[in-house]
């Protein structure tokens, strides 16, 4: 996503500064002369340009006050403050450096708030969907995955997926949106190692697999940069990590589970490496000529698909709820007990999604964050339209939950394709993903696979829906030189190389984006089953049957949902 | 001494117990059930699937009267719930051999 910086961003931030050399046209020409007795044969740029520090023996960064990435101007009247007429261009310049970083700071910060309350949503979305006496263990695995999936990200995820994220491939022109200090995260492993020209090893590879930098946020990753970006990375993972709770519940073993939530960064994060951290994925522009590599802005494969896929291979090794099917293998409905909740937790998660896909460009100079909300907005309003459609085309009422999972599906649908299509495109997205989230979950119904609350179908199938429909819609408007992408037939036919799909004329990426659509599928389905299988030897993942039919709050968890109500009924 | 016990439909207990009340009825004690009778239940839809719905939702009124009110109580629980569709419930009428007040100890008619 947001590794790949585009020209326009830099564009812009030129354009901010020649207007402010343009107000205050005294201040240049008074800087002007000491500059040029200086007689400097190279520009001397400042060291947050480079990213070096001036001594060598003292590097700037990591920098855990953020006091090396320009200075914040101080208006203050007493003398020890900035004093305007007494800037020169280069002062200037450092205080607007530094509100450049502050201003993406906060953005990316924010938004991440708001992806982490997403975690509330699906709480309510999968519980609401699950039976009275499953619903205290169902809300507590949607808890408890939250401090484990963090412990396990921090632990070892994080330098996993993001440890070498400096030697990514970027566009010309590029800079860290989040602050120089990212650049400490530059070491990893891969095939074949890049040299310079002096035959140093740069830190990058052609082929990148794993990040290896930032293990426990030790002091190598001491910057407040790094820990912006972790923390925005962090909370996306929670939300892969926490799809296969609903496809597995009311039947999944809590230990079992708790294994579970220390594993899955391991599998989401070397997948995210693949695509957001720098990795063979994202460099499939450079070394294939595919596009501008595998695109996914905000995460329907890294995310989405990923959860879904892992949703897929627990739902298929732990087997279907007792009652889901009856004797001649007919599928039967085990209606969830609370609607209202499930329509709750649905708008929270569209809440969200305004951090998750805005949020994505980790700058809120990025102007393109106005077409990302409302892309976001136009997919998952279709996405819901989408299902009522194919609800009625079938001669079904418009069943609630269903619906539900309708505009959750155009939402997880554009997450990839947000910064890249128009609306009209965006809300093509959505309608088809809520026609196909209708389909996808009477398919894997019929074919034995349980999934309570339709992750697979929202999460998976629509996770790869996302990813291909970057390689239809995308208009080449914006992403110029994504993944270090820019070629010189495109720029001569378009006027800049843009993520664009076969409908505007580049099919190599939409190839692109069916490679990418394959790995997450095959390496996350085979991760995830061979992970299940082996968890199960350690700990039996399925409860035993006189639990299941009791309920799992009582014996998994020791507290009912609602111990003033409970009536069961023992499901045969 | 009789005990009337009715179960009807939910939504005609307000009326029914305005015209219990019309007849000089002073109390009585409800309960929310589940049952069926030649109604059976039905089956509806959930995310695309059947699930059967095998037991509906009715309210049991129990009154108790002296042996004398006993017809007119029916009477006027039969005007009030019957909707004349399938479903509108029955009507038992129970001899009671002893009713005490527990607050005074009376007992007979006097403790209804």
Not at chain 1, 165 to 181: C, E, F, K, Q, T
Not at chain 1, 202 to 221: N, Q, R
Not at chain 1, 513 to 533: E, T
Not at chain 2, 48 to 62: N, T
Request: aromatic letters at 12%; one cysteine or more.
């Amino acid at each position: 996503m947001c590794k790949a910086k585009t020209v326009w961003l830099f564009l812009s931030f030129l354009t901010i500064l020649a207007c402010a050399g343009a107000v205050r046209p005294a201040i240049a020409e008074e800087a002007a002369p000491p500059a040029a007795g200086a007689a400097a044969p190279a520009p001397k740029l400042p060291a947050y340009f480079t990213t070096t520090s001036p001594e060598p023996d003292k590097p700037l960064w990591p920098d855990p006050a953020g006091g090396n990435s320009g200075v914040w101007a101080t208006p203050a009247g007493d003398g020890k403050g900035d004093i305007p007429e007494k800037l020169s261009l280069p002062d200037l310049y450092d205080r607007i450096a530094h509100n450049l970083f502050s201003i993406n700071i906060v953005w990316v910060l924010v938004t991440g708030f708001l992806v982490m309350f997403m975690q509330a949503g699906f709480m309510f979305v999968e519980t609401g969907l699950c039976r009275a006496k499953n619903a205290a263990h169902t809300a507590a695995m949607n808890f408890m995955i939250y401090p484990l999936g963090c412990l396990a990200f921090w632990a070892y995820g994080f330098a996993i997926g993001w440890g070498n994220w400096w030697n990514g491939p970027v566009p010309p022109g590029w800079y860290a949106s989040l602050g120089p200090g990212l650049s400490v995260l530059s070491e990893g492993w891969g095939l074949g190692a890049a040299v310079d020209a002096a035959g140093k090893l740069t830190g990058a590879f052609t082929y990148g697999i794993i990040g290896a930098k930032g293990f426990f946020l030790t002091s190598a990753v001491n910057d407040v940069s790094v820990m912006v970006l972790f923390f925005f990375m962090m909370v996306f993972m929670d939300t892969t990590a926490t799809i296969p709770t609903g496809a597995m519940a009311e039947r999944w073993a809590w230990k079992n589970f708790c294994l579970y939530g220390l594993w899955i960064a391991l599998p989401y994060c070397i997948y995210a490496n693949w695509v957001w951290g720098g990795g063979w994925l994202a460099q499939g522009g450079l070394n294939w000529g595919l596009g501008h590599g595998a695109v996914d802005f905000a995460g329907s494969g890294v995310v989405h698909a990923m959860g879904g896929i892992i949703g897929l291979a627990g739902a298929m090794v732990i087997g279907a709820r007792i009652g889901k099917y009856d004797s001649h293998g007919r599928p039967k409905a085990l209606p969830g007990h609370n609607v209202p909740m499930v329509v709750l937790g649905t708008f929270i998660l569209a809440f969200g999604w305004f951090g998750f896909n805005p949020g994505s460009t980790l700058a809120g100079t990025d102007l393109r964050i106005g077409f990302v909300v409302v892309n976001t907005l136009l997919a998952s309003i279709t996405g819901a339209i989408g299902a009522h459609l194919a609800l009625s085309f079938k001669g079904l009422k418009p069943d609630p939950t269903m619906l539900c999972n309708g505009m959750l599906a155009g939402l997880v649908a554009i997450t990839a394709p947000c910064a890249f299509v128009n609306p009209v495109g965006a809300a093509i997205i959505g309608l088809v993903g809520g026609i196909l989230v209708v389909y996808s979950v009477f398919f894997w119904e019929a074919r034995g696979i349980d999934d309570p609350v339709g992750a697979i179908s929202v999460h998976g199938v629509n996770g790869l829906w996302g990813l291909l429909s970057v390689g239809i819609f995308a208009t080449g408007e914006y992403g110029a030189g994504w993944n270090g992408v820019v070629r010189d037939e495109m720029v001569k036919l378009y006027g800049a190389d843009g993520v664009r799909g076969l409908l505007y004329g580049d099919f190599s990426q939409f190839v692109m984006q069916i490679i990418d659509c394959a790995a997450v599928a095959i390496f996350g389905f085979i991760m995830a089953y061979v992970w299940f299988k082996v968890s199960d030897l350690i700990t039996p993942i399925r409860v035993d049957k006189e639990t299941e039919v009791e309920g799992l709050d009582g014996p998994e968890m020791g507290t009912l949902g609602y111990p003033d109500f409970q009536i069961h009924r023992g499901q045969e | 001494m009789k005990q009337i016990e009715a179960i009807i439909k939910p939504f005609k207990l307000d009326e029914v117990k305005e015209a219990l009340s019309k007849v000089g009825i002073q109390g009585m004690t409800i309960s929310e059930v589940k049952g069926f009778g030649r109604q059976k239940g039905h089956t509806e839809l959930y995310r695309g699937a059947e699930y059967s719905v095998d037991f509906l939702p009715k309210v049991k009124i129990q009154i108790l009267v002296p042996d004398e009110k006993a017809s007119q109580v029916v009477d006027a629980i039969l005007q009030t719930a019957r909707t004349g569709k399938i479903g509108d419930g029955k009507i038992f009428v129970i001899p009671v051999e002893e009713v005490i007040r527990i607050r005074t100890g009376e007992k007979g008619p006097d403790a209804i």
